[in-house]
């Protein structure tokens, strides 16, 4: 029998081509040309002290053999990098040109001196190195699943190629962050596409590279072993000894342990007649607690108090005898004026604290450990994806909030994992705006000189409002809403705080004009760590609180 001929409808056609339609590509590639052009142009504008420790890394790689390496320190910029990182200076310091190594590129001296050849060949590394960042996030959004994930990545992925804080502390201030970070979203890929061997592979050549990473550590560790290694079937024909050895996944465990002994092994042991020195340079414990500059943090937070607290005994004599009796401190050191000037500002070889009891090393290891452990036990039980990113996002809180000696750069540990998955849920929103403005507003004094501020101000501002935009715009909206007086109170916050910045700028602009403004240097630092460590704060308790008690944002789906 013929078959009769369907002309379809104009309606079935226009449905047709909906449903035909092929899914919209998103790619990286025009943001990337952008991005490429602004740190062109920030090429000869400042760059700290850290050029000078690079370029010296670039030197002592060159010039000396391996053996060498981890004691030479002719320079106080010390290599003090793990051995990954080693190689990568030894990598490309051979691609210095001639007329860059006579610029003094090359040169193992105490103080670096050099030109625009050096500092045009570093700042080309960086901008290099960086093409893993970006294959990354393409990574990323490649492999999304559907369309609604690859716009919500798309948005995400964006927002961490055009960082602020990458473009101030790599492409200014100079470092090779975006390299780095770019292996630590291989890492979290791979564990999304449950690819747990290039996990574990690429979170040992992340520490392998940059020490600061174990920060991290025991959420990668516990999402491999409960995710790859571990699986709970218990069989009642089976013996107690029996189901128990069952319980470990013996072939992955050892595949998993040979992926990670090996890229350590490569690692390490080419410096195994130096390694207790190569080992003292990663760990050198005789730092303050806090960094001259206060990381807005808990400990700057105790550290503005103790101030406030000396100010208190100084200038309101009633006070002094509770406060002695609470407090228990010597009293005789608050009359000397050049030991109040320089405490608690992590100097090593001063005081830390005046009033309030010292911080130890022990303690600061301890409040870490245990806010780790916290989130560590959800995800111990529900090793999904979404569960492991939330973790390693506490995992950085904690190291962050807590830490001895902590940099104010490492609040980057807590924004890329969690920029991952602040588009799951809109009530994830407020903790990743309070994260974004005060970490990277807390960035801000690390760029001092005048012709950076437009570039560190308005950028961040820029960036902060387009993405404030489309993260809501894309982010998914849960069966329950709520918390739009805690939005209120957020928005309200980060308006104050642009507010502060102002203010702040202003005065530092101006300090080099009336001298007088010079005296309030320190108190801009300590505004900017105060109040970011306010903002930060309450983020964590805001994401603690979803992390502990909504499950429904943790669980797997689109």
Known sequence: MAMKKVTPTKNANIESKKGTQPSKKYTLFNIWVVSLALKLLLMVGYHSTDFDVHRNWLAITNKLPLSQWYIENTSQWTLDYPPFFAFFEWALSQFVPPHVAGDGCLDIVEKGSYGLPTVYFQRGTVILSEAVLFVALQW?????????LRRRMYVATASLALSPGLMLIDHIHFQYNGMMYGMLLLCLNSARLERYLFCGFWFAVLLCFKHIYLYL????????????????????KRNFVANLLNVVQWGNLFKLGAVVISVFAVAFLPFYNTLPQLLSRLFPFSRGLTHAYWAPNMWALYSFFDRVLIQIYKKIPVTRFLLKRVFQFDACLLSQDDLLNTSTRGIVGNIEFFI????????????????????????????????????????GYASFLFGWHVHEKAILLVIFPLTLIVSRDKRLLPAYNLLVACGYGSLFPLIYTCNEWLVKVLYTLLWYIVFYF?????????????????????????????????ITSVIDLLSNKFLILKKFEFLNLMIYSVYCSIGVISSWNTFSWLYFVDDEIWTEGE
């Open 140 to 148: 990323i959004i490649d492999t999304s699943p559907t369309h609604a």
């Open 217 to 236: 550590a025991p959420a990668v560790f516990v999402f491999l072993l409960r995710a790859y290694c571990l699986k709970f079937k218990w069989n009642n």
């Open 356 to 395: 309030l009891p010292e911080i130890t090393p022990k303690l600061t290891f301890l409040l870490t450990l245990f806010y780790q452990m916290m989130a560590l036990i959800p995800l111990f039980f529900q090793p999904t994806y979404r569960r492991f990113t939330g973790a390693m996002t506490l995992c």
């Open 470 to 502: 489309n993260f809501r715009k894309v982010a998914r909206v849960p069966k329950k809403t709520s918390g739009a007086i805690i939005d209120r109170v957020v928005n309200g916050y980060i308006l104050i705080f642009i507010f502060v910045v102002s």
